[in-house]
């Protein structure tokens, strides 16, 4: 199976989760990063860095492109959303000239997975204000 095949075999197997600021735990809690992660430590065994606590301001206060720059150095870039496939991490920015602070998974159909606030992990149409709020598009590397 390919990798992002798998990648959207195991988000589907999230669903349901509750969200939880800076959780990471499939049926426990998780949050957008939290999910990415745990996908992350299914696939691989381990997580490529340790990340720093944050709190649910963290974009608005630093204004870095954390977000981003993690993607840039463990996945692979998608150039545009032509090129986008099942099991491919979306990137959001929530506003124009602000931090990029919201992931999720592409699961095709015009359907993405992610963790919703004061929800849980679940499917939410990618409706053109989700689509426009794209900042990047990456593709998790090859299982070896």
Excluded at 1 to 20: D, F, N
Excluded at 59 to 70: C, I, N, Q, T, V
């Amino acid at each position: 199976m390919q990798t992002g095949q798998r990648v959207l075999r195991l988000a589907e197997g999230w669903i349901g989760t509750p969200y939880r600021h800076q959780g990471s735990e499939k049926g426990v809690g998780a949050d957008c990063l939290g999910l990415v992660r745990g996908l992350w430590r299914e696939l691989y065994g381990c997580e490529p860095e340790a990340v720093p606590a944050y709190g649910p301001d963290w974009a608005e206060r630093s204004g870095e492109e954390r977000l981003l720059d993690a993607a840039g150095r463990h996945f692979l870039p998608v150039p545009g959303f032509g090129g986008v496939e099942p099991g491919d991490v979306l990137v959001f920015r929530f506003r124009a000239h602000h931090a990029a602070k919201h992931l999720g998974i592409w699961a095709g159909d015009g359907v993405f997975i992610h963790a919703y606030e004061q929800a849980a992990v679940t499917r939410s149409a990618l409706v053109p204000p989700w689509k426009r709020r794209i900042a990047g598009i990456f593709r998790f590397p090859e299982v070896e």
